[in-house]
């Protein structure tokens, strides 16, 4: 029988970062050295009180279904970490535990929107955010973030693209691609301008990922939006536990009850073994959190100090999460080993073939003239990779 796809899956486009991966693993199988800072995932390993409680899970025998929503005391723990560091106050049946961040967003947006209604996006954005609101027949308005404001949208740029249709904000801060940071003061602002009209969604995946002693604050710190905030976060950046796929949102009751019930007939419940991992995690001391935060914060020193040597490159110095997105609308259109650069993602592609350094091109998310840089691997991955990116611009530049 001749397969055609649905017009559902017409509707999205494959997710860049993971086809990055991909063609790496692909090529390094031919033997090719590749060195992936496409990946946004931390390359140290879960912190060993957190893999204990793992393995503690599985010998005492935790390997049986948990509630839809996540186990009572993870769901406690959550609340209380929140009351903690906001002052904000959820009960347990506000919070639902999912199978990662990425799951809460989508389960979220699901919940709330109808086909035809607004989502606003900022640009650049996750690749992530725009396909996940075409997934529910809404519609994606985007905000663009101004380079020379570190890519941050301001109140003024929201109330402006605030209109009836508009159900959802959804913000990322510190921010993927851009490592963006808002300031506490920019955030109210933020906040007192979505109040009057529809509901935000707040990823906070990498709020502890914050550098320079910047002050930022979590969207639940602002008590007059606690009836229209979706407070999502997890456990896959901060403590390296990317492959336990655990993560949560916080919501006004009848919308957390609302996404337990997507999540009853998709997934079910969470991984019980990786919620008790969560569980040791939050309960747990954060020293190694601080430790890996204060070595990620060495290499964005290190990465931005030799982008902005290249020819050809420039960029603003982010404040969080462990992303680059630099410029290089310079050598767009110029010529290199015989070929166009046409596009960053055409120079993404002759990068990983000519130079073994696989980035990931800004266009797939929302920023046509820029490239993605993680830098969450090893310094020695990372010197190399800098001598390679400065050699090709190099040439590109000659």
């Keep these: 029988m001749h397969f055609q796809e649905s017009e559902f899956a017409r509707r999205l486009q494959p997710s860049e970062t993971l086809a990055v991966t991909a063609l790496v693993a692909e090529m390094r199988?031919?033997?090719?050295?590749?060195?992936?800072?496409?990946?946004?995932?931390?390359?140290?390993?879960?912190?060993?009180?957190?893999?204990?409680?793992?393995?503690?899970?599985?010998?005492?025998?935790?390997?049986?279904?948990?509630?839809?929503?996540?186990?009572?005391?993870?769901?406690?723990?959550?609340?209380?970490?929140?009351?903690?560091?906001?002052?904000?106050q959820y009960d347990a049946k506000q919070i639902v535990v999912s199978n990662g961040a990425k799951q809460a967003i989508h389960n979220a947006v699901l919940a709330l929107c109808n086909p035809g209604d607004e989502v606003i996006v900022p640009a650049p954005y996750w690749v992530s955010y725009p396909e996940q609101v075409k997934m529910a027949a809404a519609v994606p308005r985007f905000i663009v973030g101004a380079e020379s404001n570190g890519f941050k949208i301001t109140a003024e740029q929201l109330a402006q693209a605030v209109t009836p249709k508009t159900k959802l904000v959804i913000l990322n801060n510190p921010g993927n691609?851009?490592?963006?940071?808002?300031?506490?003061?920019?955030?109210?602002?933020?906040?007192?301008?979505?109040?009057?009209?529809?509901?935000?969604?707040?990823?906070?995946?990498?709020?502890?990922?914050?550098?320079?002693?910047?002050?930022?604050?979590?969207?639940?710190?602002?008590?007059?939006?606690?009836?229209?905030?979706?407070?999502?976060?997890?456990?896959?950046?901060?403590?390296?536990?990317?492959?336990?796929?655990?993560?949560?949102?916080?919501?006004?009751l009848p919308i957390a009850q609302a996404m337990a019930k997507i999540q009853s007939h998709t997934t079910s419940n969470p991984c019980s073994i990786s919620q008790e991992a969560g569980l040791a995690a939050i309960l747990g001391e954060e020293t190694e959190l601080l430790e890996m935060r204060a070595q990620f914060e060495q290499r964005r020193n290190f990465v931005c100090q030799k982008l902005a040597q290249m020819p050809g490159?420039?960029?603003?110095?982010?404040?969080?999460?462990?992303?680059?997105?630099?410029?290089?609308?310079?050598?767009?259109?110029?010529?290199?080993?015989?070929?166009?650069?046409?596009?960053?993602?055409?120079?993404?592609?002759?990068?990983?073939?000519?130079?073994?350094?696989?980035?990931?091109?800004?266009?797939?998310?929302g920023a046509p003239q820029h490239m993605r840089l993680s830098y969450a691997t090893s310094m020695k991955n990372l010197e190399a990779a800098m001598v390679r990116l400065a050699l090709a611009f190099k040439e590109i530049c000659a």
């Design 313 to 365: 490159v420039s960029l603003r110095r982010p404040g969080g999460a462990f992303y680059v997105l630099f410029n290089v609308s310079a050598v767009l259109g110029k010529m290199w080993k015989e070929k166009p650069i046409a596009s960053p993602s055409a120079l993404c592609k002759m990068l990983i073939e000519h130079a073994g350094v696989a980035l990931v091109s800004g266009e797939a998310f």
């Design 29 to 88: 199988k031919h033997g090719k050295a590749v060195i992936d800072l496409g990946a946004g995932e931390p390359d140290f390993s879960t912190p060993e009180h957190i893999c204990a409680a793992g393995i503690a899970a599985i010998q005492s025998g935790k390997t049986k279904y948990t509630p839809n929503t996540g186990t009572t005391a993870l769901r406690e723990a959550i609340a209380k970490k929140i009351a903690h560091e906001t002052g904000a």
């Design 177 to 252: 691609p851009t490592g963006a940071v808002y300031t506490t003061e920019e955030l109210q602002a933020i906040a007192a301008a979505v109040s009057r009209q529809g509901f935000l969604l707040s990823d906070e995946i990498y709020l502890k990922l914050v550098y320079d002693d910047l002050q930022t604050a979590s969207m639940a710190s602002f008590p007059a939006l606690y009836d229209r905030l979706l407070l999502v976060n997890g456990f896959s950046k901060a403590y390296a536990m990317t492959g336990w796929r655990l993560g949560y949102i916080a919501a006004p």
